[in-house]
């Protein structure tokens, strides 16, 4: 049963979440505006405009709520105990080549816990949402993690970082573990849709290197309140403020913290990762 509290942030991200998802869908097959932070790290105007929309939106409903956003937007708010973390459009590699696989991303954190995700896929028109304690749903269907238990019949996503060209082979050691020890590996393009697939089944694990909070802090709630696990690559506790994410349905999580393990004893990374 939700609360009117639960109720009411739940409303304000779908409402924010909509109104940037059909802002998306209008333009992924547009011609694009693109710019480029990195050789490898882009970010479009869409990605900006989503991002002042979903602002704007929040913000007239919770003037006091922080904001941690992708695209450079950082408000205080010192005097609440909220803070929305947003990624306008997480896979905007993808949105840029008309690839159909993007979502928003929209969490809500309570004295630093996050206890609100939301993503939304614009085209799939699917959207996954979690509040803590209040399980995890697809368009207001219950989901729940996958029941395989057996790393060798398992599939598994993962994604890699923007220093993928400086650190190819120890990022590629691990997608090398995992395909040799499931039944295949996924490199999809959006880290929060990629969490909400473990969280539906539809993958039975995903781990990253390098994801930042507003590509995590959604998923990762939603995974969990589908009854799965989320920790770090070393098993220890999880953080959106972290570096690494490892997320499965739990049965395998064991396994895969060994393939891990295996694959670091093997190759170190080059330099700090």
């Known amino acids: 049963m939700r609360d009117k ?12 979440a909509k109104s940037a998802g059909s802002l998306i869908r209008d333009n992924w097959r547009k011609k694009k505006q693109i710019e480029y932070k990195s050789s490898i790290d882009l970010v479009t105007a869409i990605d900006r405009e ?14 006091q709520h922080a904001i941690l956003a992708e695209e450079n937007t950082a408000i205080g708010g010192n005097e609440s105990d909220y803070r929305w973390i947003i990624d306008p459009l997480d896979g905007t590699t993808n949105f840029a080549h008309d690839y159909p696989q993007f979502s928003v991303s929209i969490a809500l954190e309570r004295q630093g816990k ?3 995700g939301l993503v939304h896929d614009p085209i799939r028109e699917e959207t996954f949402k979690a509040y803590e304690g209040q399980g995890a749903y697809l368009n207001e269907s219950p989901i729940h993690v996958s029941e395989g238990a057996e790393l060798g019949k398992a599939l598994v996503a993962t994604g890699f970082p923007y220093d993928r060209r400086e650190k190819a082979d120890f990022y590629l050691s691990f997608y090398k573990k995992f395909m ?37 802090a959604a998923g990762s709630l939603i995974v969990k309140e589908a009854g799965g696990t989320v920790t770090d690559l070393s098993g220890q506790q999880f953080s959106i403020m972290g570096t690494e994410t490892l997320a499965s349905n ?21 330099g700090d990762c």
Do not use: Y
């Open 180 to 216: 040799m020890s499931t039944h295949g590996v996924r490199r999809a393009g959006s880290a929060a849709l990629d969490l909400c697939f473990v969280a539906c089944g539809r993958v039975d694990g995903f781990w990253e290197f390098g994801l930042h909070a507003w590509d995590i």
């Open 114 to 116: 996050v206890i609100l």
């Open 5 to 16: 509290e639960s109720t009411e942030f739940l409303a304000a991200a779908w409402e924010a």
């Open 250 to 270: 739990g049965r395998i999580h064991e396994a895969m913290l060994q393939a891990i393990r295996e694959t670091r004893n093997v190759d170190s990374p080059p």
């Open 50 to 63: 989503s991002e002042q929309l979903i602002v704007r939106t929040l913000q007239k409903r919770f003037p």
